[in-house]
C-alpha cells in the first residue's frame, strides 16, 4: 500500500449528521456507553474460519473476513483466573497492562498457589509478574507452555455499511498478527484509524485440539479528513470503553463485588 494511491472507502457510519455513537447514548437516556452495548465478534473454536456474529438489531452475520478502518487498537492486557476453567461472569485475580506489574482485584486464588503470588508482592501493594511463574512461559522452543495468565488486546474495525464498530478480543495465539499489522502500518506512515484492514481466520493443528488464528493486512487507506472523523466518532470514544485503565478497574473492584471484567474476556 501506498499513501500516494489512498483507497477511500465511503463508510456510512462517517457520513455527515450520522453519529453512531450520538444517537446510542441519547437512545440510553444519557446513560453512558458500556462494553455490553457494542457488537462483539469471538475467533471460532475448533479452527473454524468463518466469522460469525449477530448485532444489537439481532441480524445474523457470517463473513469470511471482517474489513474495514482500524477505529480502535488496545494496549495488551494480561488476566490471571483463578481457575482453568472459569466461566462467564468469574472474577479475575489479577490484572496487568504491561506484564511487569500486577493489580490483585480478586480474593479467590482457586488452584493458584497463594504463598507464592504473595511473595512477589511489592510495598506499594503491586505484585511484580517476573516473580510470578503464572506469568510467564515454561521452557523454551517446541513444546514450550504459554503463561497461565491470558494476554489478550481488543481490534475495533468499522465496516463500510455498519453504524458502529464490530469489536474482536484477540488472544495470545494472534497477538503477533496484530503487532505485524500495526508495525506495516506505521511503516507507511500511517495512524491505524486511517487503515483499511482485513482480518480473516487460519486453522491450526493443536495438541488437544484444532484452532483457529488471526490474519492480518492492510488494503488500503483512507484520507486525513476521513481518518480524524474515525479518530473523534469512534477511536476517543470508545477505546476506554472497550479496554478501561487497569488502575480505574482496580479503584472499582476495590468498592463493588461485581466483576471488573466483562465477560467476553473469559479464558479461551
Given at each position: ?75 495488551p492486557e494480561h488476566i490471571l483466573w483463578p ?186
Amino acid at each position: 500500500m501506498s499513501n500516494d494511491l489512498a483507497v477511500v472507502g465511503s463508510f456510512r457510519a462517517l457520513e455527515e449528521g450520522n453519529s453512531a455513537a450520538a444517537l446510542l447514548e441519547a437512545n440510553l437516556g444519557g446513560a453512558a456507553l458500556r462494553s455490553s452495548d457494542l457488537t462483539w465478534v469471538k475467533i471460532p473454536t475448533g479452527g473454524a474460519t468463518r466469522w460469525s456474529w449477530s448485532n444489537k438489531a439481532g441480524a445474523e452475520f457470517s463473513e469470511k473476513a471482517i474489513a474495514g478502518l482500524l477505529v480502535v487498537v488496545t494496549r495488551p492486557e494480561h488476566i490471571l483466573w483463578p481457575h482453568k476453567d472459569s466461566t462467564p461472569g468469574s472474577r479475575p485475580l489479577m490484572l496487568s497492562a504491561d506484564g511487569v506489574t500486577a493489580y490483585k482485584v480478586g480474593s479467590d486464588y482457586g488452584d493458584l498457589d497463594a504463598n507464592h503470588i504473595e511473595a512477589a508482592k511489592r510495598d506499594d501493594g503491586t505484585y511484580d509478574c517476573r516473580k510470578i511463574r503464572y506469568f510467564q512461559w515454561e521452557g523454551s522452543g517446541p513444546g514450550s507452555k504459554p503463561p497461565r495468565a491470558k494476554s489478550s488486546r481488543v481490534l475495533g474495525v468499522l465496516r463500510e455499511e455498519d453504524n458502529q464498530p464490530v469489536f474482536v478480543r484477540v488472544p495470545s495465539t494472534s497477538l503477533r498478527a496484530v503487532d505485524d499489522l500495526l508495525r506495516g502500518i506505521t511503516a507507511e506512515g500511517l495512524f491505524h484509524f486511517r487503515s483499511i484492514v482485513e482480518l480473516t481466520l487460519e486453522k491450526r493443528k493443536g495438541q488437544r485440539a484444532d484452532y483457529a488464528v488471526l490474519v492480518t493486512k492492510t488494503v488500503g487507506s483512507v484520507d486525513e479528513q476521513t481518518g480524524l472523523l474515525a479518530k473523534s466518532r469512534f477511536t476517543d470514544t470508545m477505546t476506554n470503553i472497550v479496554c478501561p485503565p487497569i488502575e480505574d478497574r482496580v479503584s472499582r473492584s476495590r468498592s463493588s463485588s461485581e466483576s471488573t471484567v466483562d465477560a467476553d474476556s473469559v479464558p479461551f
